[in-house]
C-alpha cells in the first residue's frame, strides 16, 4: 500500500506518547516515529518499555523510553521533562494511558470506579499539564486518546463512560484556554479496534466479537494503524486548524448504533 504521508514530514519534529509502550499508543508512537519524529514513551511497566523501544529501534525509531504511573504527577512531569530537555522542547503529546475491565456499576467497588477515573481522566490532565511548558509553540499538536464510550452508553462500562466524557471535555477546554498561545488539543474516540487488550475484554468469545462487528456499519472492526493515520494527520500541517475537535475512528458505530446494544 503506499503510504498516504510524505516520508519524514515529522523529521526534526519529537514526540511523547504516554501509554506508549503497547496497543494503539505504540502503534501511533511507531507511526510518528516512521515519519521522521523523535519519540519518547511512557509507561508503568518497566518489561514492556523495554519490549517496545526494541520493536521501535529495530523498526529505525529514534526512541528514549521511560517509566512511571501517570496517577503520579511528579512521575509524568519528570519524564516529560527529560525527554523535553534532550532535545529542547516538545512538538507532539499523545495521552493515552488507560484502564477498562467488564462490570456492572452496582457490583464494582467504589475504588475500581475510582481507579479508572484516576488513569484515564486524571492521567490525561496530569500529561496535558505537565507538557505544557516545554511545548514548541505556537504549533504543538496535543491528542487525548479517548473512546465511544465518552458518547454512547454501554453497559458494564459506566466507569469507562465517566472517564472518557471527561476526557472530551477537558480536550475542549484546553483548546479553548491553550489556543492563544497556538497549541492545539484535539481528542480521538476508537471504536472496537482488532487486537487490541481492551477489545480482547470487550469480547471475550468469537460470538461477541461476531456480534459486534456485525453492528458497526462497515462490518469491521478497525486497526491500531488507522487510528495511528488519523493521529498522524492531527499533528500534520494539514490539520493546523483543527482543535478542539473529538473526531471518532469507528467505521461507523457512533452513527450507526447509538446506544451501544449489541443484539
Known amino acids: 500500500m503506499t503510504d498516504v504521508f510524505e516520508a519524514g514530514i515529522f523529521r526534526g519534529k519529537r514526540a511523547f506518547v504516554a501509554g506508549g509502550s503497547s496497543g494503539i499508543n505504540l502503534a501511533i508512537a511507531a507511526r510518528l516515529g516512521s515519519l521522521g519524529a523523535q519519540v519518547g514513551i511512557f509507561s508503568r511497566s518497566p518489561d514492556k518499555v523495554d519490549a517496545a523501544l526494541a520493536m521501535l529501534h529495530q523498526n529505525g525509531v529514534d526512541a528514549a523510553g521511560y517509566t512511571g504511573d501517570v496517577r503520579d504527577y511528579d512521575a509524568v512531569a519528570s519524564a516529560i521533562g527529560q525527554f523535553a530537555k534532550v532535545g529542547n522542547g516538545i512538538d507532539f503529546v499523545v495521552s ?60 458494564l462500562q459506566s466507569h469507562v463512560c465517566s472517564a472518557k466524557a471527561g476526557i472530551d471535555m477537558l480536550t475542549k477546554a484546553l483548546a ?88
Open 96 to 155: 493515552g494511558a488507560a484502564g477498562n475491565f467488564v462490570a456492572p456499576a452496582i457490583g464494582m467497588s467504589p475504588n475500581a470506579f475510582r481507579t479508572v477515573i484516576e488513569i484515564d481522566l486524571l492521567g490525561t490532565y496530569h500529561v496535558m499539564r505537565a507538557s505544557f511548558e516545554h511545548l514548541r509553540r505556537p504549533g504543538a499538536s496535543l491528542l487525548n486518546i479517548s473512546a465511544v464510550q465518552s458518547s454512547q452508553a454501554i453497559p
Open 176 to 263: 479553548v484556554e491553550w489556543g492563544p498561545s497556538g497549541v492545539r488539543v484535539n481528542a480521538i474516540l476508537p471504536g472496537p479496534i482488532g487486537d487490541t487488550e481492551g477489545m480482547r475484554r470487550l469480547s471475550s468469545t468469537p460470538e461477541m466479537a461476531e456480534r459486534i462487528a456485525s453492528a458497526i456499519p462497515l462490518q469491521r472492526f478497525g486497526t491500531k494503524a488507522e487510528v495511528a493515520n488519523l493521529a498522524a494527520f492531527l499533528c500534520s500541517d494539514a490539520a493546523t486548524y483543527i482543535s478542539g475537535a473529538i473526531l471518532t475512528c469507528d467505521g461507523g458505530q457512533l452513527a450507526g448504533n447509538p446506544t451501544g446494544v449489541v443484539g
